[in-house]
């Protein structure tokens, strides 16, 4: 099969082997001599999917039993109104660092009051905002440790002394951090962690139980994690797929998959430093290892430098419409090789 | 392969063509050299899969551009919220049939009044309730087609002059129906119609905006109608699964699912009525075609016909903790043969 550099910004690349073990287990689950997808998700087979699912991500981010993870339906836009439903009884601080920053912040609204601590906004979210103190007094801080559509992250967090929720959906399992620092993470899986359908959500029980309010059955965390994500049918392929990616990056280790993340961003943000035909656009100290966003100084060679990239078999390039330009997503299991490849494509490219 | 004879309640059997199609797009999707789980669903070639799979329900469905057709997350358990939440500003009536009714009802009572028009509850929900009248002041009334777990079903649905809404699940495309006569329909897919992950909802635009509340964005039908389930990532896998057993259902036809499913459940029934060991657990004329539930007269042989049962290749033929006993669930997929074979176990098995 022709090799095709996959930079899309989500659902993304994910490890062959990954695809390997989800085309195997659709043929022949776990020696039931059935597929994954027909399947009772309440026989031993898949619980043990499921209950591994759940420890792998408590062993790679070395966290106690204090926390539950779990998984959900509906993505991380679920999780804006989960959050704020369960958690937000008075007053709720949010960083507005882009597009889904903004989601949440627009849905916590509707159940209490919300203070921007920070916001980008006025310069398209092109930069991640710093100089703001958290106070005690809110319900909780939310952020989002990186934007897919700005090409921003954040590289340090705040001091916080009231319960830490981050939506991680673009930068889950990319970097070492002290994951105990957050009192709730959640992340849509599909960029780092494996195929769309499931949401990771790790929570800190403690911080449940405090608002009065009616929370809807499926919406409750206790629900869940009441019925370790099994109160109704999980999302079993996406779990699966989850699980095998999480085994890969167990097996890499944190520390390692880091350091290659680093030498991908540098080799392409380098590119677009030396190149005078490409500008970055954000805030040099804010740029993501994730997604690096960057422009043609002149947009009138946008089709010919799209056209470069397809010949050399380039995908999902092209930037989000907020920001234009071009986007390269460099997810875990995209190679270093895909990122020269982009590169070689730079450099040779004439105006 | 061993054949394995499955009567899984669900997730449950689906086509084989339809694992093939899937393995097959998990190595090259769509001609793309990329895996059907590492590409955009914004791509043209997943917004051809998710057009398709909304077009074929239509089509299948006979009905017409008054229905919109959303695939959702969150499970037929997030309808029950759904529904009341969009729907029911003063007064609702249900009809309990089951645990899945139930909280059903128990979720609706949260958002208004809900009258209970009939119950099969006294009896362990062993038969469906008939005798009731829908009154023409509820905002609508809500029915579940096929009791998964008790082993009923609705051969004929009652007249109702509010909008009708049926959680059609465990039974869906099993059988031609008037689709019509329903303003909304829903259905997880791990049943008759694909991989878990992902639920079917067929709506008629008109019923909605009558509600006055605030409706969170995730949860508002016209959240999901505008964008055409494409407003976050949706369900990849289970959307692209659902749309390859739709093309097996609309090829097959669902007359001759209907006469199939018939004939399956003919043979079982016959010998649970034949077989002096064995009997019935539902009232006759509420039997559903999908999941025939029943016990052995002596429950001491449990075990020895469990094992029968494992001898012969049988799987997921224990009953639920509620009724107890057995439970044969024969969706589309299963064929004649492995009905014939859990007969033949039943013939040959002694006391």
Chains 1, 2 share one sequence.
């Not at 991380?76 to 660092?97: D, K």
């Not at 958290?134 to 340090?156: A, K, L, V």
């Not at 961003?265 to 966003?293: H, P, V, W």
Request: glycine share 6%.
């Amino acid at each position: 099969m022709k090799q095709i550099h996959n930079f899309s910004a989500g659902p993304a690349i994910l490890p062959k082997e990954v695809i390997d073990n989800c085309v195997s287990a659709l043929q022949n689950f776990s020696g039931t001599h059935l597929s994954l997808i027909e399947v009772s998700h309440r026989g031993k087979e898949f619980v043990a999917v499921m209950d591994e699912a759940q420890s792998l991500v408590k062993k790679i981010m070395n966290i106690g039993d204090d926390y539950e993870v779990l998984y959900l339906q509906g993505g991380a836009s679920t999780q804006f109104l989960m959050v704020a439903m369960n958690l937000l009884e008075n007053r709720a601080a949010y960083c507005n660092t882009g597009t889904w920053a903004s989601n949440a912040i627009k849905e916590a609204r509707h159940f209490g009051s919300v203070d921007v601590l920070g916001s980008s906004e006025e310069k398209n979210f092109n930069y991640i905002p710093k100089n703001y103190t958290i106070g005690n007094d809110y319900d909780y801080f939310h952020c989002t440790s990186n934007n897919t559509i700005f090409g921003t992250q954040m590289h340090t967090f705040p001091e916080c002394p009231v319960p830490l929720i981050c939506d991680m959906s673009s930068d889950i399992f990319s970097r070492k951090i002290n994951f105990s620092a957050f009192d709730l993470i959640y992340a849509g899986a599909q960029k780092n962690m494996g195929p769309a359908g499931t949401t990771l959500v790790v929570i800190k029980k403690n911080i449940l139980n405090k608002v009065n309010r009616y929370i809807p059955t499926m919406l409750d965390y206790n629900t869940h994690i009441k019925k370790g994500s099994m109160f109704n049918t999980p999302s079993v392929f996406a779990v699966f797929g989850c699980l095998q990616t999480l085994k890969w990056i167990d097996h890499q280790g944190l520390g390692n998959i880091e350091m290659y993340n680093s030498k991908k961003a540098d080799l392409l943000y380098s590119e677009i430093d030396r190149n005078e035909l490409f500008e970055g656009t954000t805030a040099i100290e804010d740029r993501s290892k994730m997604n690096a966003t960057f422009v043609l100084k002149d947009d009138k060679l946008n089709d010919s430098f799209m056209q470069a990239c397809n010949e050399a078999n380039i995908s999902g390039i092209k930037g989000h419409r907020s920001v234009g330009g071009f986007r390269a997503s460099m997810y875990n299991a995209l190679q270093l090789e895909s990122v020269q490849v982009l590169v070689d494509v730079m450099k040779n490219f004439k105006s």
